[in-house]
């Protein structure tokens, strides 16, 4: 039988780990899915955290074997790099598993390498515009909710002419639905040095053009598709992770290591 005093310190190294745990958590609720601009918390996606000291293994599967690999990258990129901003983490290790390239994705993630170096012979350049097209679409989609709740709320021309001052004063608002969408879409506005001129009109087209009234109508259309299109995508991927879970392919389950599949 251990002594009280080697118990009480088990359970301090215990609620340590359990904290250090949930910090790396958190820091991967930044991280997006980047074409369902969705957390991959959220999604379900990250399967285990493992902690040894001061060294982090996040392990984490999609949806399906052969989801996107160049999603896959940036999503495994993503989190190494949100778990090395945590300031006792001294080592992090991302571990895809189950998926047709995990081999490939892990072993260049962990060497620091990028996308076309990665999958040379087959990807002719990185990441860098696949973002910024996803980005753009999670732009329009964050502002449908906040514009389309406002609106309702508000009326049209108040929601239009809102500014960026108006925008940020609307993440401390007493409602925690205009709160939530506010601090999500001003995350977005002002994402790579977006306009921080607090008169500045907080909706406009992705070329940086006012809203106006009259053109309101086929702005919201084309706000509706593209959210459309991700909130359609997200569901989707989230029946196929459950299904994969509660059926995983013999060698596939949770407690198998099958990283290394490419």
């Not at 088990?10 to 958190?26: G, H, K, L, P, S």
């Not at 620091?112 to 910024?132: C, K, M, P, Y």
């Not at 906040?146 to 009326?155: Q, T, Y």
């Not at 359609?232 to 290591?257: F, K, S, V, W, Y």
Request: net charge negative; with cysteine; hydrophobic share 45%.
């Amino acid at each position: 039988m251990l002594r009280p005093e080697a118990v009480a310190e088990q359970a301090t190294r215990d609620t340590a780990r359990e904290r250090r745990r949930a910090d790396v958590m958190v820091a991967l609720g930044d991280v997006l899915d980047p074409e369902l601009d969705e957390p991959v918390t959220d999604m379900g996606f990250v399967e285990r955290i493992d902690l040894a000291d001061d060294a982090v293994e996040i392990v984490f599967r999609l949806p399906t074997y052969w989801c996107s690999a160049n999603f896959a990258f940036l999503m495994a990129t993503d989190m190494k790099v949100a778990a090395e901003r945590l300031p006792w983490v001294r080592e992090v290790t991302v571990r895809l598993v189950d998926h047709f390239a995990a081999r490939k994705i892990n072993h260049g993630v962990a060497a620091g390498q990028g996308f076309a170096e990665v999958f040379s012979g087959e990807a002719e350049t990185n990441l860098d515009e696949i973002r910024r097209v996803f980005r753009d679409k999670a732009y329009l989609g964050r502002q449908e909710r906040l514009l389309r709740l406002l609106v309702g709320r508000w009326g049209l021309e108040r929601a239009l002419l809102l500014t960026l001052a108006d925008l940020r004063a609307l993440v401390s608002h007493d409602d925690g639905e205009i709160r939530a969408l506010a601090l999500r879409y001003l995350g977005m506005r002002l994402h790579d040095g977006g306009a921080t001129d607090v008169t500045a009109l907080a909706f406009t087209a992705l070329n940086g053009t006012a809203v106006t009234p009259l053109a309101y109508p086929d702005h919201l259309r084309a706000l509706r598709r593209v959210r459309g299109a991700a909130d359609a995508n997200a569901e989707m991927c989230r029946l196929l992770l459950q299904a994969r879970l509660t059926h995983p392919a013999p060698g596939c389950g949770i407690d198998d290591r099958e990283e290394d599949t490419a």
